[in-house]
């Protein structure tokens, strides 16, 4: 009983022992300010553009002065989208196309500036989460000055046609931002590749450490700053440089990408892979939400019919097991997630989503475990659920419990 399995690696990860230990000297020996002109802020400033070489070569970006550092993944996020729409670059275009199963980062910023007259249309997805192409072919227009797609979803790893997208953008002079902080570190990433012009990352999502993240900023694109102050960053996030999350993140990326990706990647697919076949064999009326196949390699998510998904969680913890549930009572509020309702699943079912996320550090012992564990407590909530009746859901009941 006194197992722990950590399942819940979109939610973060554990930093490693590499990005720690790369981490030290900045915390504690090497403290002065990149800004400042004696040795330990030379050195300070030398480690923080080192770091930037190494995220500039993850993304296959051309020119590190193309990266800028940023307080985290959300921060990346509203840099980007604010920033582009209300800086020089848009050109006084004002339209955005975002998606309606985007990170309340990507949201809530178009949610804002909608209020602040900037028109936003948030595109449909299909059952398994892929952001409707067609849709954004009729939608876009000559004032579309921003079109920002995430590459893979926090909640049911379905992974977006980001080349297309990108393609499309173009076509009409809008320019491409995609929030990859799921995507970097576990999926193949090349901005020129795949045309992105903005990308937002995060280190923590990678086994680096909270609180750093990035922003890629395609050569010629003007932003109006995150932050006003001391001109760091090329003044777009101004602020003494967290020198050690810096150098936490460089080591991170080297670590999660290049060559240590693929290996990294198949073996946490395999393991997921158990996972799944596991729990849909075991459990009934069980879905498997997002794409089956084009998905990151370490996101198992699912909806259980007649169970509630914060009851899940609760008993999962109890059996030393970290998951999350896309239902939202746990935060306060009675909806499911936007993302599962946006799927088109009835609100009755998207009560029961379970999502578990694989990493490295997991082991096949911990597979078998969790499949164990969530079937009996799966079968445990059903058994007092008022909406399983004979074995099977009564879903009138369901739904008349959450109108
Ligand atoms: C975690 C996450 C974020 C936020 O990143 P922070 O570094 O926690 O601010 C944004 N977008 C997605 C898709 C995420 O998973």
Avoid at 210 to 224: D, E, M, P, T
Avoid at 286 to 308: C, K, M, Q, W
Avoid at 336 to 355: D, N, T
Avoid at 365 to 371: F, N, P, R, S
Wanted: aromatic share 6%; proline share 4%; glycine share 10%.
């Amino acid at each position: 009983m006194s197992r722990f399995v950590y399942a819940d690696n979109a939610a973060t990860t554990p930093m490693s022992e590499s990005v720690y230990n790369a981490m030290k000297p900045w915390l504690t020996e090497f403290y002065g300010n990149p800004s400042s002109l004696y040795r330990i802020g030379n050195e300070a400033l030398h480690a923080v553009s080192q770091a930037r070489q190494k995220v500039a070569q993850a993304l296959h970006v051309a020119d590190p002065r193309e990266i800028v550092f940023t307080g985290g993944g959300s921060q990346a996020d509203n840099l980007a989208i604010s920033g582009f729409v209300k800086g020089p670059s848009a050109k006084g275009r004002k339209h955005i196309i975002t998606s309606k199963i985007e990170h309340h980062a990507v949201l809530y910023t178009c949610e804002a500036l909608e209020k602040e007259g900037f028109p936003v249309t948030y595109l449909d997805v299909d059952a398994q989460g892929h952001v409707d192409l067609e849709q954004l072919r009729q939608v876009i227009t000559d004032d579309t000055a921003l079109v920002t797609i995430m590459a893979a979803n926090n909640e049911i790893g379905t992974i977006q046609p980001l080349k297309e997208i990108a393609e499309i953008a173009h076509a009409h002079g809008a320019v491409f931002h995609t929030d990859a902080v799921q995507a970097v570190g576990h999926m193949h990433i090349d901005v020129q590749e795949m045309g992105i012009d903005l990308l937002s990352l995060s280190a923590h999502k990678f086994r680096g450490p909270k609180g750093i993240g990035a922003l890629y900023l395609r050569q010629g694109i003007s932003l109006k700053p995150l932050v006003y102050g001391g001109g760091q960053e090329r003044g777009l996030c101004s602020g003494t440089e967290n020198v050690a999350g810096i150098v936490g993140l460089g080591q991170a990326i080297e670590d999660a990408c290049g060559d240590n990706l693929e290996p990294k990647m198949n073996y946490v697919r395999s393991l997921t892979q158990r996972l799944v076949k596991g729990i849909m064999d075991n459990i009934p009326y069980t879905h498997y939400t997002g794409d089956p196949v084009n998905r990151l390699p370490g996101t198992a998510s699912f909806v259980f019919e007649a169970v509630e998904g914060e009851g899940l969680i609760l008993r999962l913890d109890f059996a030393g097991i970290c998951g999350s549930t896309g239902s939202a009572c746990s935060t306060g509020s009675l909806d499911p997630s936007h993302v599962l309702m946006a799927l088109g699943l009835p609100h009755e079912i998207a009560h029961g989503s379970l999502r578990l996320t694989l990493g490295e550090n997991n082991t096949e012992e911990d597979v078998d475990y969790l499949i164990e564990q969530v079937t009996e407590v799966v079968a445990g909530l059903r058994a007092m659920s008022p909406v399983w009746e004979n074995g099977k859901p009564n879903l009138t009941a369901a739904s008349a419990l959450h109108d």
